[in-house]
């Protein structure tokens, strides 16, 4: 291997069931660097980091290790932490009920001679290993009382610790608002100082800019190439991982809704669901996409789920096309014709263990009944209808959706809900977390949705991607309906963040 390189994977090939997963990869790591892993939702990242790891068994290619004479075959978890890999994964895969302390030691405790647990020991070696990361926290604390982002870097402190020559973090920003990011960077730029290669996965392209080294870009399950941060401007970033020049972004054109004559879908009046959000105003007119502004907490799900019953409201009134109605629960909002995809698709969204197919007739077979099921025939025809109609990459419908990528299960979930031909659809945070290629489909959808009659309320943490979308926008703050925004001169970047700052009260 050169000099400083720690780890070189060398033709790595995996096929799954109907498709070749990676064809001949490469990957190689230097010593104190950050490296970007890019490529679009079903690229082959995942798959590769798999590989790397241990989770996966791969067919054929060589994985090398500074320090180990010949290639390493990981076949666990715990013999990639024995050669020096450590991965932290976008869900914190950490105890929440125990201390901050014992989820760094966990599995391997110091004891004392009496081989009990000497706590003592390794609480003061765990308030070490945090303060030399410069992580301010109380070790003895439960890891629940802090927050997500502080729960990663325990993640990370625990991966560092255990020697790691290699840190793999898969997507450890996206729930994570600008401030927490920009801690989580402090962190990993003190890591690179002390020698650690980081495999840097995610969807945030400015985010690859601010902290990267270098890039690695896979393609449909193959290497497209390897550049060093500089030489790598964004625009040919993105034409490397979608094998063109992008310019669909530019391409949508959103509808302009005429909301005097519009018809009223959605008439909410002094809605409130205790607790989470206060009283708010709102009307969502027919063909309008309605975005829902604000910092991570400021109440833009809570308001969503108030309308949808996920949260059943404990105050005001809401109206359906004109007529007055009570939500208690999700079914009922469904049988009103609203759908809602979810902001957390893996607990919220998908159920792994059912099949493409499964999936995206569940919604359907929800409001016919227990008793009614939809003939096979049928389901096999929506899920075909819908694999092509979102170009959803899958072996086929009956594969489970958990094989998918990311952004192919964040489609099958929006494919179940356009199986129900609803008429007001809740899409909280449907791009999060997928790659730019089809985050530029589902913004098409959506406006194509909206020109069809459909009535569409849009949340996302990304302001550029609802200017592009939304018609109106309401701001949120601290569980409250701050503000509303319409209007080429107040739908500017520089309006929402000015709103999202410190807006009027006006609950329009």
Not at 221 to 228: A, D, H, I, R
Not at 371 to 389: G, N, S, V, W
Request: glycine share 8%; hydrophobic share 40%; proline share 3%.
């Amino acid at each position: 291997m050169e000099k400083d390189v720690v780890l070189e994977a060398r033709g790595i090939t995996m096929t799954f069931p109907g498709v070749k997963a990676l064809d001949d990869v490469q990957l190689t790591l230097r010593k104190g660097e950050i490296h970007a892993l890019m490529g679009e939702n079903g690229a082959g990242k995942s798959t590769l980091i798999k590989c790397l790891t241990g989770i996966n068994d791969f067919e054929s290619g060589e994985i090398h290790i500074d320090g180990i004479d010949g290639p390493v075959k990981n076949h666990s978890t715990r013999d990639a932490q024995n050669v020096g890999i450590s991965t932290v994964y976008q869900e914190v895969n950490l105890c929440p009920n125990l201390s901050v302390a014992e989820n760094l030691f966990i599995g391997r405790e110091p004891l004392t001679a009496l081989h009990t647990i000497d706590r003592a020991s390794y609480n003061k070696r765990s308030q070490k290993i945090m303060d030399d990361l410069g992580i301010t926290v109380d070790v003895t604390q439960n890891l629940e009382n802090y927050s997500l982002a502080i729960q990663q870097m325990v993640a990370i402190a625990r991966a560092v610790d255990m020697d790691c020559k290699v840190l793999i973090l898969d997507e450890p920003t996206s729930s994570l608002d600008d401030e927490e990011v920009e801690k989580l960077f402090v962190l990993m730029r003190s890591l690179r100082e002390k020698g650690v290669a980081i495999v840097f996965v995610t969807h945030f392209l400015e985010q690859v800019y601010a902290v990267c080294d270098r890039i690695t870009v896979l393609r449909n399950g193959t290497f497209v190439g390897e550049y060093p941060v500089e030489e790598l401007p964004r625009v040919k970033l993105v034409a490397a991982m979608m094998g063109k020049d992008l310019d669909d972004l530019a391409a949508i054109e959103k509808e302009t809704v005429d909301i005097k004559n519009a018809e009223v879908v959605i008439d909410a009046e002094k809605l409130a669901h205790i607790g989470t959000v206060k009283p708010f105003d709102l009307k969502i007119h027919k063909g309008e996409v309605i975005g829902v502004g604000g910092l991570l907490g400021s109440g833009r799900s809570e308001l969503a789920r108030s309308i949808y019953g996920a949260d059943k409201a404990n105050t005001g009134k809401l109206k359906v096309k004109g007529n007055e109605v009570k939500i208690n629960q999700p079914i009922d909002a469904m049988n009103l014709g609203m759908g809602m995809l979810p902001d957390d698709r893996k607990a919220e969204g998908i159920i792994g263990d059912l099949s493409i197919r499964e999936n995206i007739i569940l919604a359907v077979q929800a409001k016919r009944g227990t008793f009614k099921p939809i003939p096979m025939k049928k389901q096999e025809e929506l899920a075909d209808y819908y694999i092509d109609l979102l170009s959803i990459k899958c072996p086929g419908r009956e594969a489970k959706i958990n094989q998918l990528s990311g952004g192919n299960q964040q489609k099958v979930i929006l494919a179940r809900w356009l199986a129900t031909d609803a008429d007001f659809l809740i899409l909280d945070e449907p791009t999060r977390g997928i790659d730019v290629g089809t985050k530029s489909e589902i913004q098409k959808l959506v406006v194509d949705l909206a020109k069809q009659g459909k009535s569409i309320m849009f949340i996302s943490s990304e302001i550029s991607e609802m200017l592009r979308t939304c018609n109106r926008m309401v701001i949120m703050r601290d569980g409250e309906k701050v503000n509303e925004l319409s209007g080429e001169d107040q739908l500017t970047q520089d309006g929402v963040m000015a709103a999202i700052a410190g807006g009027d009260k006006s609950n329009g």
